[in-house]
């Protein structure tokens, strides 16, 4: 089957894929209610299966970044089109990423086609640059909006050539 050509077709992420004000009890449980999401968005053909591609990469290496970031990616069989599901924590529920700054209060899951290893590292750089930058993580824990913060993430990603 085509990819779609039209590239609004091809967001890495939509509002539906974003979880404002989230309560996880752990990382597996964020990276759980995230996958639920890319599931439901028809990214993701089979849940048990990605997330425990998601686990095993999370126990090779701490995926929390400075600034609150966590960060937990995956390349499976089982990822129809490349998407990133967003989680917010709500206040007083950050996560232990592993980041050597403290836990998380943004949780980008990033989902990826096995076949597409050079689209994996790509999307991770460009994410990880631009939550680098204090202002877009700012951006993205002030929005309180799922449309906003898909808009961010995707306008961020916009020279990925997906």
Do not use: C, W
């Not at 939509?14 to 597996?28: H, N, Y």
């Not at 597409?116 to 994410?127: G, Y």
């Amino acid at each position: 089957m085509a990819e779609a050509l039209d590239p609004y077709d091809a967001d890495l992420t939509t509002p539906e894929m974003v979880i404002l004000e989230m309560e996880a009890s752990d990382k597996a449980d964020a990276a759980t209610q995230l996958a639920e999401r890319l599931y439901a968005a028809g990214r993701v053909s089979n849940l048990e299966g990605f997330l425990q591609h998601v686990n095993a990469r999370e126990h090779q290496l701490a995926t929390g970044l400075p600034g609150g970031i966590g960060l937990p990616h995956a390349r499976s069989e089982y990822v129809t089109r490349t998407s990133i599901a967003v989680g917010v924590a709500k206040y007083g529920h950050a996560l232990d990423f592993g980041a050597a700054d403290g836990p998380a209060t943004l949780i980008l899951l990033i989902a990826t086609p096995a076949s597409s290893f050079s689209d994996h590292l790509e999307v991770l750089a460009t994410l990880a640059r631009s939550l680098s930058k204090e202002s877009f993580r700012e951006s993205l824990r002030r929005a309180y909006d799922a449309d906003i913060i898909a808009e961010l993430i995707n306008s961020s990603l916009v020279f990925f050539d997906h």
